[in-house]
């Protein structure tokens, strides 16, 4: 069970907006900063979103990232069947048993 | 431009050994932290490993710690993982990362899969 709590699955139509909610605690997303990777089918992640909200060089602003609290989000815009992968948020933690965690991963399917 | 390849994935015994290595190309590998990131079949992302530039500080998930050894050689831009004591849940493809606090450059994977 991952220590970052994200639905196993969202689904939207081409066009449409979805949102991918990641769920921690203080001693992860509520002092750090939040990630977020896309893996597409039989590839390696990618980073998406960093820093919460920054969007590294070649990212489309279609994707977007916030945080408020213990629990941070992912948005997607304009959505394209290229956008079906996996999500996955991740970002340190204080505790004692990790220092880095990942939450389960979220299952984008563009209808 | 930037890159990292894996290798030294295989099949192994429970109780064997293997060395991962990653071959760093296109930055300045000591100037940057790295990780390494596993993922079993069919499941999640799980982070492993993590080294800063100068070894100095390494950090292992619990279920690891004792087993694996993260190390590093800049001269020789290569990252390795050191894998002991192998188990049946160790079975997946491992990542190597930069790592900048976010993992933003990843490479294809290299399997491992211990029966």
């Known amino acids: 069970q991952s220590v970052l709590t994200q639905p196993p699955s969202v689904s939207a139509a081409p066009g449409q907006k979805v949102t991918i909610s990641c769920s921690g605690s203080?001693?992860?997303?509520?002092?750090?900063?939040v990630s977020w990777y896309q893996q597409l089918p039989g590839t390696a992640p990618k980073l998406l979103i960093y820093d919460n909200n920054k969007r590294p060089s070649g990212i489309p602003d279609r994707f977007s990232g916030s945080k408020s609290g213990t629990s941070a989000t992912l948005g997607i815009t304009g959505l394209q069947t290229g956008d079906e992968a996996d999500y996955y948020c991740?970002?340190?933690?204080?505790?004692?048993?990790?220092?880095?965690?990942f939450g389960g991963g979220t299952k984008l399917t563009v209808l | 431009q930037v890159q990292l390849v894996e290798s030294g994935g295989g099949l192994v015994k429970p109780g064997g050994s293997l060395r991962l290595s990653c071959a760093v190309s296109g930055f300045t590998f000591s100037d940057y932290y790295m990780s390494w990131i596993r993922q079993a079949p069919g499941k999640g992302l799980e982070w492993v490993s993590y080294?800063?530039?100068?070894?100095?500080?390494?950090y292992y998930t619990d279920s690891v710690k004792g087993r694996f050894t993260i190390s590093r050689d800049n001269a020789k831009n290569s990252l390795y993982l050191q894998m002991n004591s192998l188990r049946a849940e160790d079975t997946a493809v491992y990542y190597c990362?930069?790592?900048?606090?976010?993992?933003?450059?990843w490479g294809q994977g290299t399997t491992v899969t211990v029966s």
């Open positions: 203080s001693s992860n997303i509520g002092n750090n900063y």
């Open positions: 080294i800063s530039s100068s070894s100095s500080t390494i």
């Open positions: 990362a930069r790592d900048r606090g976010h993992m933003d450059v």
């Open positions: 991740g970002t340190w933690d204080s505790s004692l048993s990790s220092a880095k965690v």
